[in-house]
C-alpha cells in the first residue's frame, strides 16, 4: 500500500488566541509553527485538513469560546488563508472523528499517515488519537505545533502521547 500523508490541523481558533475568550499558552509561536507547517504541507502537496469545534448557542453559553457565527468561533484568519481549498470538519466534541466527516474524508483521499497539530494537546489532540477510527492510521504528532491553557497542561498532554507507544512524537523541522 502506497503511503499517503495528511495534516491535520485541530481547532485553530480566534478563541485561543490572547485576546480570545480561552487563550492558550505560547500561542503566538505555536500560531506561527503551524503556518510553517501548513506551508510545507502545500509546498509538498500533502492535504491539509482543518476542524473547527463549535458550540451550540444557548441560555448558558454567551460566555463560552467557540459558539457558532461568533468571531471567536472562526478558524485564525492566518491558517486560513494559505490552504487554497480549505476542507473544515466542524465538531462539537474533542475526538475530531466522532459524529463528524472525517474519517470519510480521510478515507476518500486514501490517507494511510496522519500528522496531528493543533489546540488542546491533552485533550482534543489525545481524544483525536486515541478514538477507534484514527487506529486504522500511522499518527504523528508534531510536538511543538500543539499547545494547550499551561506549558505543563502541554507537556502532560505530549507524556499520554508517548505512552501510548504507537505514535511518533516528532519536531516540526522533522516535517
Known amino acids: 500500500m502506497k ?9 485553530a481558533q480566534v ?28 509546498k509538498n502537496k500533502i492535504p491539509v485538513i482543518l476542524t473547527q469545534h463549535i458550540s451550540q448557542p444557548d441560555e448558558h453559553s454567551k460566555n463560552y469560546p467557540f459558539i457558532a457565527g461568533t468571531h471567536g468561533g472562526e478558524i485564525v484568519s492566518e491558517v486560513l488563508d494559505l490552504i487554497e481549498n480549505p476542507v473544515i470538519v466542524t465538531k462539537e466534541f474533542r475526538n475530531a472523528f466522532f459524529q463528524t466527516t ?42 511543538n505545533c500543539c499547545t494547550a491553557m499551561t506549558e505543563e497542561i502541554h507537556l502532560d498532554g505530549l507524556q499520554q502521547i508517548k505512552d501510548l507507544g504507537n505514535i511518533d512524537i516528532i519536531l516540526l523541522n522533522e516535517f
Open 3 to 11: 503511503v499517503k500523508e495528511a495534516l491535520l490541523v485541530i481547532d
Open 15 to 42: 478563541d485561543y488566541l490572547s485576546y480570545g475568550k480561552f487563550p492558550l499558552w505560547n500561542m503566538d509561536k505555536i500560531l506561527k509553527n503551524i503556518e510553517t507547517a501548513i506551508r510545507r504541507a502545500n
Open 102 to 143: 472525517l474519517d470519510e474524508i480521510l478515507s476518500d483521499l486514501e490517507i494511510t499517515n496522519l500528522i496531528i497539530i493543533g489546540m488542546m494537546t491533552h485533550s482534543c489532540v489525545v481524544a483525536t488519537i486515541t478514538s477507534e477510527p484514527a487506529q486504522k492510521y500511522h499518527i504523528s504528532v508534531i510536538s
